[in-house]
């Protein structure tokens, strides 16, 4: 059957004495080769024949343009499912696929699993964001803004991807509306100070070079974790960051990562001391592989345990707690001694584009919006030079 011959008709239901909606019934012709005929039909809520009439060729217009999607039962839980699998076999990090399911599984399904994805709207999903904002589903807590978003992002990816293989038109989490969380400018950091004493509390300790490599070279937790000594070059004293350890789907083995970004991927000019550091790690980590022998996982990892084995990084994380607990220093969170690290580096007053570079940015813009409360001491400071070189005058 030709598109411009498409047929199609309109059925009160109960009964024509009753009407409570209208069976919408689109007749696209005859499958090729097997000659099974071809129908699709809808449900249009309404007791209007006129509007059933009006949805009859809403439809024929969609099939005519080439926009029409054949109805389907398949529900958002399933297809969150097939998303998942799809994911898996793609080029998604094992910590990426983990954060999906736990969001799919926590958020998405309960409160969207059972609804038809073709009949999922956009109205649904801002309710629902609304409500978590007042109570989430699977807690007695508020969900904060900055969680919510992420929930979206990625119900978005899989529906974007929904789209894509034409299981429905359009993405209905675009252009929702979340509330903003109260901003604030305090950002967890350690002064000057406290990174002194912590240095001096873990020196000559297995944390002393963790430490000093967080600080000298800006370092993520995964950076920090996936370096190896054959990024190090003792000659030129500069560290080259290549990898991520990240942790697996399992969370029981690590698993190395390309850097996500070229900007990621840099190298790094380190501290004589670090340096030094670094070169009394090597020596350890031969010693240790002579004391282990076949016991010894030559992973070839700066940073790992006296065995050669990777350290997972939420047991680094830990140990990070433990070390802060043990000396009685302010417990901040270990992605914070990259805070501070910056916030240092950009308050002696290093450019921001070498800051930027160092920290493995993609646009320096990202460095100046999480540190901004730095920029605003630097503005006391401009006020007080303004104050001494020209102000002071007219007191004279």
Aim: contains cysteine.
């Amino acid at each position: 059957m030709k598109k411009s011959s498409i047929t199609g008709s309109v059925r009160p239901r109960p009964s024509k004495d009753n009407i409570k909606y209208f069976d919408i019934i689109l007749e696209l012709g005859k499958e090729p080769g097997t000659g099974k005929r071809l129908r699709a039909g809808f449900r249009c809520e309404t007791t209007d024949r006129q509007k059933a009439e009006e949805f009859l060729l809403m439809k024929k217009a969609e099939y005519l343009k080439g926009e029409f999607l054949m109805p389907s039962d398949m529900t958002v839980a399933y297809y969150l499912d097939e998303y998942l699998e799809f994911c898996e076999s793609s080029d998604y990090s094992p910590a990426t696929i983990r954060d999906y399911r736990n969001v799919i599984e926590r958020y998405l399904k309960p409160v969207f699993g059972k609804t038809k994805l073709q009949e999922l709207h956009k109205l649904q999903i801002q309710q629902a964001y609304n409500k978590w904002r007042i109570k989430s589903n699977a807690s007695d807590n508020p969900l904060k803004a900055t969680t919510i978003h992420h929930i979206n992002r990625v119900f978005k990816a899989a529906l974007n991807e929904a789209v894509e293989r034409q299981y429905i038109r359009q993405n209905p989490t675009h252009k929702l509306k979340i509330p903003k969380d109260q901003k604030t400018n305090k950002l967890d950091v350690y002064t000057i100070e406290e990174i002194r004493e912590l240095q001096k509390s873990v020196k000559n300790t297995d944390m002393e070079l963790p430490v000093a490599l967080l600080f000298d070279c800006v370092m993520r937790r995964g950076e920090l974790l996936g370096l190896k000594f054959s990024d190090i070059n003792f000659d030129t004293s500069t560290v080259t960051v290549r990898h991520s350890l990240v942790e697996s789907e399992d969370s029981k083995i690590p698993v190395l990562k390309d850097c996500k970004t070229d900007e990621s991927y840099r190298e790094i000019v380190v501290s004589e001391y670090t340096l030094k550091l670094l070169k009394k790690q090597k020596v350890k980590y031969k010693e240790n592989k002579l004391r282990y022998g076949k016991a010894f996982h030559n992973t070839n990892f700066v940073i790992c345990q006296e065995n050669g084995k990777a350290f997972l990084p939420k047991s680094f994380t830990r140990k990070w707690a433990r070390t802060l607990e043990i000396h009685g220093l302010r417990h901040i969170k270990l992605h914070g001694t990259r805070h501070s690290a910056i916030s240092l580096l950009l308050s002696e007053g290093i450019p921001l584009h070498i800051v930027q570079q160092r920290a493995g940015h993609k646009d320096p813009q990202i460095t100046l919006a999480v540190y901004s409360h730095v920029a605003k001491d630097k503005q006391n400071i401009v006020a007080e030079k303004l104050d001494n070189l020209i102000f002071s005058a007219v007191n004279e």
